[in-house]
């Protein structure tokens, strides 16, 4: 419904039945593989909006447009001093921040949030997904990483500044409001939590399949939202 108000192209995947690699079922990075896929099937697309099965759109008639890209810069910040709950390095060489935005994140109480970002379709992009899904990470890692594609991306990030140069980060309510019970630790935090007044655009269910009630939440939260 929400990509046939704005005209948008809309892809829906599967990522539960497809093993990329007969060893071992990577399905954080499977993430990348289907970014990847969809866009060579829209070469002609300016942006990907990933978004997970567990999100729901609050605000349908909202555009992306409206919402994010005409105040882009306004909306995002480019460096960690305000807001940095890894404690990543603040700064590294060679880093151009007055390059254009590839790459539009959110960050929560566990690091970057893959729930629900934005890409835009450049040769930048797709080299950076190549690197992130390149096998050789995850065969080294992947006893390190306990959140495998995120801790991926986190890595890649703090140390490589053609990557670090092109990233911009959303206030995580912006794209990804979270319910009460996700980042429990930080309750009283109000940028992390849909806030019903405010009309955030979007919330993630992030973490309900562990110990939550997936269905129950959405089902609240598609109430409200047609309400």
Known sequence: ???????????????TTK???????????????????????????EWFWLLDSETMIMEPE????????????????????????LNLPLDIPYVDYKQDMDFLITQDCGGFNLGSFIVRNSEWTKLLLDIWWDPVGYEQKHMVWEHREQDALE???????????????????????FPPGACSEFSNDPRYFYNEKEHDFVVNM???????DCWGEMSHYATLMKK
């Open 1 to 15: 419904e929400y990509a046939l108000r704005h005209g948008y192209g809309l892809a829906i995947k599967d990522l």
């Open 62 to 85: 909202r555009s992306l447009e409206e919402h994010i890209f005409n105040r882009l810069d306004n909306l995002t910040y480019r460096t960690l001093e305000e807001f940095n709950p």
């Open 19 to 45: 093993k990329r690699y007969s060893h071992e079922y990577r399905e954080g990075w499977q993430k990348v593989d289907i970014l990847k896929q969809t866009m060579r099937e829209f070469p002609k697309a």
């Open 155 to 177: 890595a890649l990030y703090a140390n490589e500044a053609w990557i670090r140069e092109k990233v911009g980060f959303l206030p995580l309510r912006s794209i990804n409001a």
């Open 206 to 212: 992030a973490g309900c399949n562990f110990g939550r």
